[in-house]
Nanobody, 125 residues
């Protein structure tokens, strides 16, 4: 079974950058589509970005498009979220999630079977 662990969160000033990592255990991880979600205090979880198993397909929420970049290194079982031009609205707990191998790409958190523990990102104005 897949276990996901996020890291790289912390404090940043508006306009700054952070890179989040999602490290996975399990030999089948390379076949999993992976997505990043975020949840701010008092708000519902929202989709941020996703990537297919090969990295050839990516998708972004409008709120982060052009500022965030998702990528993966399957040999290292790691998915990254490079966050540039951060704004205070990016403040949230960020979670990575993996769907079952070969599954369709989806922005819906309900479709993902495996979740990490989350990492806090705080952006000051």
């Amino acid at each position: 079974q897949v276990q996901l662990v996020e890291s790289g969160g912390g404090l940043a000033q508006a306009g700054g950058s952070l890179r989040l990592s999602c490290a996975a255990s399990g030999r089948s991880y390379s076949a999993y589509p992976v997505a990043w979600f975020r949840q701010a205090p008092g708000k519902e979880r929202e989709f941020a970005a996703l990537i297919n198993w090969s990295g050839s397909i990516t998708d972004y929420a409008v709120s982060v498009k052009g500022r965030f970049t998702i990528s993966r290194e399957n040999a290292n079982n790691t998915v990254y979220l490079q966050m540039n031009s951060l704004i205070p609205e990016d403040t949230a707990v960020y979670y990575c999630a993996a769907n079952y191998p070969g599954s369709r790409l989806t922005r819906s958190g309900a479709d993902y079977e495996h979740w990490g523990q989350g990492t806090q990102v705080t952006v000051s104005s």
